[in-house]
């Protein structure tokens, strides 16, 4: 049975690494992490956890819990860990962290993006980002440090990733417009996320300035073998989950001038998703909804192609507390401990 230890349970990715890890049958949670309810019953933070959760809120001491589990998830904010991660840490437990804090590898980019000093770089390089669709051969036994991606970056990458892979889109002219509930931005009290504020709302934020952009030009880049920059701009919409994002690029022409066919395109997502568990490229026509992966670790992506203008629309549609956050630290801990990567992650969607 691995041990598992939470800092940051009583937050909104924490309570649903809670809520799925408790219906994994290889795991068991001994420490929930939390620094606001230290000596609360768990069940008290969160009521749905009213008999199924016995334990009480203890403190985030990192040194302590490595001591005790075998793997920690830490969903706090950026800079905790990068702020206590010590090479004798490291050395006694796995760690996956929901945070940006080791999932940029350029330290001046992240210290720019984030506005704070990365107290520990010397993790960088070996933290594994964690998109299991895209480095799960990097995920394994021996792995210490996993960087869990960000909620609309894993959105934006897999929807795009074929097309970069296998360059049949300019790059250079991609552009993400992405939209968010409001558990996106977590559980502390902030003014713009009141309910007046949001409800009957959509605005953007962020716009130019979101510090998702250089992590998903980063991981384009890898994937296309160049250097990518990209159009990103956010949205908060009033629901509580489900981030949507649709990105337009121009497609490359085929040698003869012509654009490539839906079935030639078809066949390059099919080529990298037909056999993913938590990928579903759609049928033709269909449009990715938040509400049909809503509570799931699934990603519905899909794609039209406008002759008109010789450019792709592609789209992507997941839940941002699951395959955004918990249930993608839960596959990368599957990965972690040699487990089928879907243990505990059979999710049905949740409609309506």
């Known amino acids: 049975m691995i041990r598992v230890g939470i800092i940051g349970a009583t937050g909104y990715a924490g309570g649903e690494l809670v809520r799925i890890l408790l219906n994994h049958k290889d795991a068991k949670i001994v420490w929930y992490g939390s620094r606001s309810y230290i000596d609360k019953k768990y069940y008290q933070v969160y009521q ?27 969903a706090t904010p950026q800079g905790f860990l990068a702020g206590l991660l010590t090479e004798e840490i490291l050395s006694q437990v796995k760690i996956v962290d929901l945070s940006a804090d080791y999932r940029i590898k ?32 990097k995920i394994t036994e021996k ?14 990458i897999l929807t795009a990733y074929p097309m970069v892979k296998e ?21 502390g009290a902030k003014v713009p996320n009141l309910f007046c504020e949001v409800n009957e709302n959509m605005k953007a934020y962020g716009v130019a300035s979101h510090r998702h952009t250089p992590e998903i030009e980063e991981q384009l880049g890898y994937a ?3 250097q990518v920059t990209i159009n990103f701009t956010p949205h908060l919409v009033p629901m509580n989950r489900g981030i949507l994002a649709t990105e337009y690029a121009t497609l490359k022409r085929k040698p003869d001038g012509t654009l490539p066919t839906y079935e030639e395109v ?31 670790n699934y990603v ?9 203008t010789g450019r792709i629309i592609m789209m992507g549609a997941l839940d941002n507390l699951v395959k955004g956050a918990a249930g993608q630290a839960v ?11 879907s243990e505990g992650l059979k999710l049905v969607p949740c409609f309506p």
């Open 48 to 74: 749905n956890m009213f008999q199924l959760v016995e334990d009480i809120c203890k403190d985030d001491n990192l040194e302590e819990l490595a001591k005790q589990v075998d793997v920690i998830f830490t």
């Open 106 to 137: 350029d330290v001046a980019t992240y210290e720019k993006w984030y506005g704070i000093e990365h107290k520990s770089p010397q993790f960088i390089e070996e933290a594994v980002y964690g998109l299991c669709e895209i480095n799960r051969d």
């Open 266 to 296: 078809k066949a390059v997502y099919d080529k990298y998703y037909a056999n993913e568990k938590f990928v579903r490229v759609l049928d033709k026509g269909s449009c990715p909804e938040t509400k049909w992966v809503e509570g799931s």
């Open 143 to 156: 792995t210490r440090l996993v960087a869990n991606p960000g909620c609309y970056t894993t959105c934006s």
């Open 167 to 187: 360059g049949m889109i300019d790059v250079n002219t991609l552009i993400v417009d992405a939209k968010s509930g409001t558990s996106g931005a977590g559980r």
């Open 224 to 226: 296309g073998n160049c």
């Open 300 to 308: 519905d992506i899909n794609f039209v192609i406008d002759e008109r």
């Open 331 to 341: 596959q990368n801990m599957n990965l972690l401990f040699g487990l089928p990567e």
